[in-house]
């Protein structure tokens, strides 16, 4: 066993793999790594990437080999890879690509499923479940073009992805290109690694391209590499996103930096349902049906022109009837854009059965290192409830015990000190008690956003703090999602329970869109009170994210 | 004394019928006046002859070879010793006679006194050379050859770091076991997310993590109750003391033997494992097993136990690797597993903002230990990774910690500052474990009229831990017996003390020094089992003779000689007991006359040699031993060898009751069942 402790990997028994962020091989291997690898948790010292089987067939399906897989793990191990680790990844590359999906003929409405051996023939033909979407042919088994995405997702759950090769269909043209500048006269370009992401997303044009994920952090753009896939496609496109506000956010996007007519865009949305070249609609009103066992009437969505192109914007948040239509639409080209491929469902492997494999990943460090997204700083800072709070939060059940915590008036000073302390910033305060809000947004004078502020009356707040009008806002927990806030440097958070990963994800990409300077994240927890456990999972989640955490005392 | 002058003295201290029959034998016939130390010498010249030596080297067979390099390999065995490592090869009757051919020959010596076997030195040399060679008795293949294909060897997973997440994970009070011993769903779970492989099912031997947990237990690292193990600091703290290899090697030794009662002799033999298996050497399974019975033989000189067994557990614990042809080979990495540091600069430890602790696999134990108790163990691999929690560190205060001792037992072996919020938590959560206290204690009260007794005693001050009230004290129950002895000195003589219970606390005595004296490394023999001695170049002076021709050449001088029959008889049985080396030594001075054995009718020759050995019981030096030879009911021989106690009269019969060798089961056997008694002497000439 040789040891060479001047190499930067450590691969662990369970797949994971140590990347040692001070040694002097780091970049290289955190490049080698990433194509097969995801990235769990980047602290300051060590990160961690796990091998996974989803990960292997990711990158089986860029043409990465075990041998190499191994290979790259072996240039940068500081120790010999342990044995179970290389026959792991060698099983799981080697199931990548014994079940193909080709075409039959260009205008047949059946695909042919090729099995490269004969007992996994075999076991397919006798699976149960299975049956009704395979008939078994001398060279492997016909698949309705209907079954298409189906059958992908049953392959995958038995282990074995199917590498599609079937073509996809073109749809109807569009033409537009890019403007510079653009309407709003800033000057713009596509940066370089949003080009890449395009182009390693569209393949060379050949089956088996044209499909696919590209992860990029919070406030890299991803709606600039959705662009550019259109751009370059020039085709009719559907673009699915979470929420209103984001559906605005892509029809300005495409109005401010493409050549593209008001008229061309249409949105399709619970107050807004039309349908143009370039259409822009949420999940939500896909998923609406009257009730609960029936159709999805706004499924037609996806029939009702040739799209050449679907975009699912944050695809880790696509509900799961979506998957089910989409499994549906094969033979359109397909783009996922997300930050993260983790699915608090666990439905990683829909995500790569049936919007397609990851095909560019860049992590947020590097970004930052090259100045494209903010670098962040978080400071939680502990308070002491005030004296005549003590006695009823001890006597208090569970619950209340958490609202007086959240709600300790203290809060409010602090955050008053810390707007001060920031006064070039645009500021968002967030909370999760309505009351406390109200409060707050009275005594700091700023407007409030929570989930029953009208549409028009959201968007002209967030249109004043663009323009740097108004340096505060208020939001409620519900409001931070999916909103775009460009300039926002500063969040403050005064209560609210520690979300899930995607959450705290996106709360904190509302502070990470590039800017010239810092940004900082405040999270404001009463002392020895049940907050602090909140507080701690944040604190892990974003130490496990790279951020440097500090904790200090407010001195009442 | 050096082996010769030994050698020579035995030969002295032989009675004179039995020395001047060896130089009878070689010699010839002995004038008088003579002196002893003269016919010594000549001795030696003889046997030193060139030409005499190769001829009693040409006349070493197989079955003697396999008994001289046993006596070499064992280094100066005893009977039982020899037996152990021959007792698959030949029986116990078989390897008795073939050392006394060999002593007849000179070839080996017996110490009466040591009950021990040596070579002859003056044969050594020759021996060495010719026999002894351990690539020729140990025939390895070179690791990576085509017969052996290739092998790949991981450190062995036994060590400090397993150790410390094994105390890291039992730190925690939680019920391990159910009352039936087996461990809970819930642990059972735990246990495998955190240590993966090592939870994998064997049949035999144990599963590894079990494995360690029972070697924890045998190095009372841990105690049982019912349902949990505990760790035990003192016994901790005191194999912490010792160096990296001492450390690996106990583990090694405990997992192996599964005991502590001769763990200062199986450490010898671990010992002996390491340094003198040769590196990069693969063995077949058969081999190997012959090996470690060698090693385990010459370090403790006790039986050895299953040695099967042992080397599958040599290779169960990554000691031992396997070749793909199945092959063992000594795992080339076991000194790594000593490294206590890491390459320059490296930090030993890697805290991360997150509460993570990386604790590298080369940290020694004692400065891991601070670490691992205030972390809890979240994964064991390769890096084991632990995380601080409140009620890690909370327990590592209670286990005696100090806050800032941790903190800064962290900063310095990280080598690095620690995390903002790293250090803020520890000294938020240190502030808190003070603010509330839970004190474990026995209360003592004393009324206002004795109070002073104890507040101002200098010697009681240790043991206070606190003062609860004016009078009323906490003291600390793991010191019981020593305040309670010391407050009876001060005056209390009536402290109520039955009162106290008397189990709780206490340090056993055994774990305040458990590993005195095991750790130090001792080598009281010679383990340079595979010393290095080169291949003889074959010259024309050194080529063997023929051993047929040596004994054709033997016959025909014994024809030669004009001598009575009996006398005759008995120089042929010489020769083919190989006692007769050279046609010199064929003359008809040489014997003696005298009875060796008895059979058929003659139950008074019987009686009679049975009456002389019992007579030989009574003298000092080497005795000698009766081989009696009975019928089953079927007619099939058995052979007894005993050493005779009495003959006793039954009725009309006459039974020798003895002891069988080499069990020394006791045995009563008439001698009218008797078809053959021989008696088995010390040497030929004893």
């Known amino acids: ?556 | 004394m050096t082996t010769l002058a030994r050698w020579r003295s035995s030969l002295l201290t032989l009675n004179d019928r039995a020395f001047f029959d060896i130089i009878r034998n070689y010699l010839g016939e002995v004038k008088t006046p003579f002196n002893k130390h003269e016919l010594i010498g000549k001795l030696e010249s003889f046997l030193v002859n060139p030409e005499n030596q190769r001829r009693i080297l040409a006349l070493i067979d197989a079955e003697d070879a396999q008994v001289l390099v046993a006596v070499d390999l064992l280094e100066e065995p005893t009977y039982d010793m020899l037996f152990a490592y021959l007792g698959t090869e030949m029986s116990y009757v078989d390897l008795h006679h073939r050392l006394l051919n060999l002593a007849d020959r000179l070839l080996i010596s017996r110490d009466s006194e040591q009950n021990t076997i040596s070579l002859n030195p003056l044969f050594h040399p020759m021996l060495q050379t010719r026999l002894l060679r351990r690539d020729q008795v140990f025939p390895g293949v070179p690791v990576g050859s085509p017969e052996t294909g290739a092998m790949t060897a991981e450190l062995p997973w036994l060590g400090d770091a397993l150790v410390l997440a094994l105390l890291s994970y039992l730190f925690t009070p939680a019920d391990l076991f159910k009352t039936d011993g087996s461990l809970r769903k819930k642990n059972e779970e735990d246990l495998k997310s955190v240590f993966g492989e090592l939870m994998q099912q064997h049949q035999d031997p144990l599963r590894k993590l079990d494995l360690a947990m029972k070697t924890l237990e045998t190095l009372g690292l841990v105690t049982r109750s019912e349902t949990r193990l505990i760790p035990a600091r003192p016994a901790i703290d005191a194999l912490g003391g010792l160096s990296s290899r001492e450390r690996h090697e106990i583990y090694w030794t405990a997992a192996l033997f599964g005991g502590r009662d001769q763990i200062e002799e199986q450490l010898n033999f671990l010992r002996a494992f390491e340094e003198n298996l040769p590196q990069g050497s693969a063995y077949p399974p058969r081999v190997m097993e012959q090996l470690c019975t060698a090693l385990f033989l010459r370090t403790t000189r006790k039986e050895p136990p299953d040695i099967k067994s042992l080397v599958v557990r040599l290779r169960h614990l990554g000691l031992l690797c396997e070749t793909e042809s199945g092959d063992f080979v000594i795992n080339p990495h076991l000194s790594t597993s000593f490294a206590d540091t890491g390459s320059p600069g490296e930090p030993a430890i890697i805290v991360q903002p997150t509460f993570s602790v990386t604790i590298k696999p080369w940290l020694p134990l004692a400065s891991a230990l601070p670490v691992a108790t205030s972390a809890e163990v979240r994964r064991f691999d390769r890096f084991p990774q632990y995380t601080i929690t409140k009620a890690s560190f909370g327990r590592a205060l209670s286990a005696g910690y100090e806050a800032a001792e941790i903190a800064l037992t962290l900063q310095a072996l990280s080598g690095k500052p620690l995390p903002q919020n790293v250090a803020f938590s520890l000294e938020t959560w240190a502030a808190e474990y003070s603010s509330v206290a839970l004190y474990e204690g026995v209360v003592l009260i004393a009324d206002e009229k004795r109070r002073f007794l104890v507040e101002h005693s200098q010697r009681m001050k240790p043991y206070i831990r606190k003062r609860l009230a004016p009078g009323v004290f906490l003291l600390d129950p793991r010191e019981r017996s020593v305040w309670a002895e010391i407050l009876r000195e001060e005056g209390l003589e009536m402290l109520p003390y039955s009162a106290i219970d008397p189990s709780g606390g206490v340090v056993p005595a055994q774990f305040l020094a458990p590993f005195a004296g095991v750790g130090k490394r001792r080598t009281p023999r010679n383990l340079e089992l595979f010393s290095s001695s080169e291949p003889i170049e074959e010259t024309d002076s050194s080529v063997l003779p023929d051993a047929a021709e040596i004994e054709r050449n033997l016959a025909e001088a014994l024809d030669a000689l004009d001598t009575p029959q009996d006398k005759r008889d008995e120089i042929a049985e010489r020769i083919k007991r190989k006692l007769i080396v050279h046609p010199s030594q064929i003359s008809r001075h040489i014997t003696r006359g005298e009875r060796l054995e008895a059979k058929g009718l003659d139950y008074t020759g019987k009686i009679r040699l049975i009456e002389q050995v019992l007579q030989d019981q009574k003298s000092e030096g080497p005795r000698e031993l009766l081989e009696i030879v009975r019928r089953t009911p079927r007619g099939a021989p058995v052979r007894t060898i005993m050493r005779p106690a009495e003959l006793q009269k039954a009725g009309t019969q006459l039974i020798l009751v003895g002891n069988v060798i080499p069990d020394e089961s006791e045995v009563r056997i008439p001698v009218s069942k008797m078809v053959l008694v021989r008696k088995l002497k010390g040497t030929l000439f004893g």
């Open chain 1, 1 to 556: 066993m040789v040891v060479d402790t001047r190499k930067p990997l450590i691969v662990q028994g369970d797949s994971t793999v140590l990347l040692d962020v001070h040694d002097a091989g780091y970049e290289s291997a955190r490049a080698e790594i990433a194509p097969f690898s995801e990235l769990e948790k980047s602290p300051e010292h060590m990160h961690t990437y796990r091998i996974t089987p989803l990960s292997l067939w990711n990158a089986a399906s860029t043409g990465l080999s075990a041998d190499a897989v191994i290979e790259t793990l072996e240039t940068f191990s500081r120790y010999p890879i342990p044995e179970n680790v290389s026959f792991y990844i060698r099983d799981a590359i080697a199931r990548y690509g014994k079940v193909k999906l080709t075409a039959v003929d260009e205008n047949d409405s059946t695909l042919l499923l090729t099995v490269d051996d004969d007992s996994l023939r075999a076991e397919l033909e006798a699976n149960k479940r299975l049956t009704k979407y395979l008939l078994p042919h001398a060279e492997g088994f016909l698949v309705r073009l209907f079954d298409r995405g189906t059958i992908k997702q049953e392959l995958i759950r038995l282990g074995y992805p199917v590498q599609d090769e079937a073509p996809l269909a073109d749809g109807e043209r569009l033409d537009f290109g890019f403007r510079n500048p653009s309407l709003s006269g800033v000057s713009f370009s596509v940066r370089d690694y949003q080009r890449e992401a395009a182009a390693a997303f569209l393949g060379n044009s050949r089956p088996g391209t044209g499909f696919g994920t590209v992860v990029l952090p919070c406030g890299a753009g991803k709606t600039i590499v959705g662009m550019t896939v259109m751009e370059l496609l020039k085709t009719n496109v559907l673009i699915l996103t979470t929420n209103v506000a984001a559906v605005h956010q892509w029809r300005d996007e495409l109005l401010d930096k493409t050549s593209l007519p008001p008229e061309a865009i249409g949105e399709y949305t619970g107050d807004n349902k039309s349908i143009r070249p370039i259409t822009v609609g949420t999940y939500q009103i896909l998923v609406w049906r009257s009730k609960k066992d029936g159709e999805y009437p706004h499924f037609r969505l996806f029939r009702e022109r040739g799209w050449g192109l679907i975009i699912y914007d944050e695809v880790h948040l696509l509900p799961a009837p979506v998957f089910r239509a989409t499994a549906e639409l094969q033979a359109v080209r397909r783009l996922g854009l997300t930050a993260t491929l983790v699915r608090e469902d666990g439905r990683e492997d829909d995500v790569f059965s049936l919007v397609g494999p990851k095909r560019y990943d860049v992590p947020w460090k590097e970004l930052e290192a090259k100045g494209w997204i903010a670098e962040a700083n978080c400071y939680e800072i502990r308070v002491d409830l005030p004296e005549e709070l003590k006695i009823p939060y001890a006597v208090a059940g569970k619950r209340q015990k958490f609202r007086i915590a959240s709600e300790n008036p203290v809060k409010l000073e602090i955050a008053r000190q810390i707007i001060e302390n920031h006064p070039e910033d645009a500021i968002l305060v967030i909370g999760q008690y309505l009351d406390q809000l109200y409060d707050i947004a009275k005594e700091l004078d700023a407007p409030i956003i929570t989930g029953k502020t009208p549409n028009p009356e959201r968007e002209r707040i967030y249109g004043d703090f663009k323009k740097g009008l108004i340096r505060v806002i208020v939001v409620s927990k519900v409001a931070n999602f999916a909103i775009d806030l460009p300039d926002a440097s500063v969040a403050i958070q005064i209560s609210g329970t520690f979300g899930s990963r995607q959450e705290e994800a996106q709360r904190l990409g509302r502070i990470l869109r590039p800017k010239k300077k810092n940004s900082y994240f405040y999270s404001i927890v009463s002392r020895y009170t049940t907050e602090e456990i909140f507080g701690a999972n944040r604190q892990k989640f974003l130490t496990e994210q790279g951020y440097k955490y500090h904790i200090e005392l407010w001195n009442t």
